[in-house]
C-alpha cells in the first residue's frame, strides 16, 4: 500500500476504533475525511495540523512515513535512494562524503538520515567496522520517548553490526527496534526489522530463534498486506531449514523466494558466512 496522507489517517483512525464522523466533527464534513482517506482530496496545512492533533498523529511521523531525505533537494534525495535500491554503496559512500551534501545538511531529522546511510554504505562496503557503529549512535543521539521507523532501523542495525563484527553485545538494541511495534504506523520499513533480528539468531547458529522470528515477520507483512521483505525472509528460511536438515522447507521456501524476487524485483540478500 501506498504512504499517503489519506492513508495514513484512516490506517490510525481505525486502530483507535473512531469513527469518520468522530473524528471530522468540528474540524470538515464527514464526506470531505471520506474524500481525504481515500486520497481524493488534497487538505490544506491547518486541515492537516487539526486531523493530526485531533488522532495524536506528530507531523514528524507523517515526515519520516516518506523517503528519509537528507537533504531539501529533491534531486539529492532522489539520486540517494537510487543508489541504495541499487545496491551502489560504494557510489552513495562518496554521495555522502561531497561538500554539496554535507553543506545541505540543515534539520536534526535529515542529520540523522544522513549518518543511517553513511553507517550502512561503510558497514557494506566492509570498512572499519567501528565508524558504522560511532555514525549509527551519531544517529542515535537524539533521544524520543516514542521511536521513528528510522530510529529502529538505526538500533537494529546497530545491534547486528555490533554482534557481527566486535565483542560486544548488540541485543539490547535489537530487542529496542522491535519493542511496541505497534506504537508505529504501519510502514513497510518496519518489515527490515524482522529481518535483523532473524538474521542475527542466524549467524548466531540459534535456529529455533531464527525460524521463530522469519515465521513473525511473514505475519506481520502479510497482515499489513506488503509484499517488502518476503523474498528476503523466505530465502532466509531456506539456509535455516538447510542447516536443519528439513529439505521439504528448504525446497518451499527456496522456491517462495523466487517467485516473490521475479514478482516485486527484489533482490535477496546473499552474503552468508555459515
Do not use: W
Not at 481515500?38 to 486531523?51: E, G, M, R, T, V
Not at 525472509?233 to 521456501?253: D, F, G, I, M
Amino acid at each position: 500500500m501506498k504512504i499517503t496522507i489519506g492513508n495514513i489517517l484512516k490506517q490510525t483512525r481505525q486502530s483507535q476504533g473512531l469513527t469518520q464522523k468522530a473524528v471530522a466533527d468540528g474540524i470538515c464534513s464527514q464526506a470531505m475525511l471520506s474524500s481525504l482517506e481515500h486520497n481524493k482530496y488534497i487538505p490544506n496545512a491547518q486541515l492537516i495540523i487539526a486531523l493530526c492533533q485531533r488522532l495524536s498523529i506528530s507531523l514528524e511521523q507523517l515526515n519520516l512515513a516518506e523517503n528519509y531525505a537528507i537533504s531539501n533537494d529533491k534531486k539529492l534525495n532522489q539520486k540517494l535512494n537510487f543508489l541504495c535500491n541499487q545496491h551502489q554503496y560504494q557510489l552513495l559512500f562518496e554521495l555522502l562524503h561531497q561538500d554539496s551534501t554535507l553543506n545541505s545538511l540543515t534539520t536534526p531529522s535529515q542529520i540523522q538520515s544522513y549518518y543511517y546511510y553513511l553507517a550502512i554504505s561503510e558497514f557494506q562496503l566492509k570498512l572499519d567496522v567501528t565508524h558504522a557503529v560511532q555514525h549509527l549512535k551519531l544517529a542515535l543521539a537524539s533521544e524520543s520517548s516514542k521511536p521513528s521507523i528510522l530510529r529502529r532501523l538505526c538500533l537494529g542495525t546497530l545491534g547486528l553490526i555490533l554482534n557481527l563484527h566486535t565483542s560486544s553485545s548488540g541485543d539490547v538494541y535489537l530487542q529496542q527496534s522491535l519493542k511496541n511495534l505497534q506504537d508505529n504506523i504501519y510502514h513497510p520499513n518496519l518489515n527490515i526489522l524482522f529481518y535483523l533480528q532473524a538474521f542475527n539468531a542466524y549467524h548466531q547458529q540459534n535456529f529455533l530463534e531464527c525460524t521463530h522470528t522469519i515465521e513473525n515477520g511473514l505475519s506481520f507483512i502479510t497482515n499489513h498486506d506488503s509484499h517488502y521483505m518476503l523474498a528476503n525472509l523466505y530465502y532466509l528460511l531456506a539456509k535455516v531449514a538447510s542447516k536443519t536438515n528439513n529439505l521439504n522447507l528448504q525446497n518451499e521456501a527456496t522456491q517462495r523466494s523466487k517467485i516473490f524476487t521475479e514478482l516485486f524485483n527484489e533482490r535477496p540478500y546473499q552474503d552468508f558466512k555459515i
